[in-house]
């Protein structure tokens, strides 16, 4: 069965360091998978998709098929990065979500 | 409009009571879709909405729960007899359709949240 698995409920860093929000995943087939994030008082919304292989406000994720993961990335966390961010694995037609990390920057 | 419109935004009620969730998806988007998002859970999928086909329902987690889509357009979710475990953020989505396939982008409403005393 398709799973998303995030292990870090919380993750804290201090503005201009380095962000990663860790996402395995279990498919059998081959992955499409997706970061949702949700920033307070707003609508949970696309920031990027592994097929288009974009950086979305300097935010980058590589799917890595040997270990299942599809990791989120940031060199230099920005305090407007503070949020919900959601990994999600499309199976069909249906998105399966991961259970949310919350990340806090802090100036 | 411009976005998903999903009402009420906040509903109290007693448990026991039934509840009526309303969504108004973006004009166009053929797939509606609702999620439930509970602290520490995620956002865990209900059911899904695709033209005139079967809906998915394989996500209602019981007989309580049922929704429909009238017209292709607007969607209800209800609750019968609902109970405190049901408290949670209910989120409608749509989504185009790309050449038949759907893409993975789920436009989101700002959700209902239900609160059960």
């Known amino acids: 069965a398709q799973r998303v698995t995030q292990p870090e409920k919380l993750l804290s860093v201090f503005k201009g360091a380095p962000v990663e929000l860790k996402c395995n995943y279990s498919?059998?087939?081959?992955?499409?998978l997706f970061w949702y994030v949700q920033y307070s008082r707003q609508r949970l919304q696309l920031l990027l998709r592994h097929i288009s292989r974009e950086s979305i406000k300097g935010f980058t994720a590589d799917l890595n098929k040997g270990e299942t993961s599809f990791h989120l990335k940031k060199p230099f966390a920005q305090e407007e990065d503070s949020a919900m961010y959601y990994c999600a694995l499309k199976n069909d037609y249906k998105l399966s979500f991961g259970a949310g990390t919350t990340v806090t920057v802090r100036a | 409009g411009a976005g998903v419109s999903q009402s009420p935004s906040n509903k109290v009620t007693e448990k026991g009571k039934d509840v009526e969730l309303r969504c108004d998806p973006i004009s166009g988007h053929t797939a509606l879709y609702w999620y439930r998002q509970s602290l520490g859970q995620g956002l865990e999928f209900l059911i899904y909405?695709?033209?005139?086909?079967?809906?998915?329902k394989s996500g209602l987690p019981s007989d309580r729960f049922s929704a429909e889509r009238t017209g292709g357009s607007v969607s209800t979710l209800t609750i019968q007899r609902t109970q405190q475990e049901d408290s949670a953020v209910y989120l409608c989505?749509?989504?185009?359709?790309?050449?038949?396939?759907?893409?993975?982008?789920?436009?989101f409403g700002e959700g209902s949240r239900l609160t059960v005393l």
């Open positions: 498919y059998s087939g081959s992955p499409e």
């Open positions: 989505a749509s989504s185009p359709r790309a050449s038949g396939v759907n893409t993975g982008e789920l436009f």
């Open positions: 909405f695709q033209g005139n086909s079967a809906p998915d």
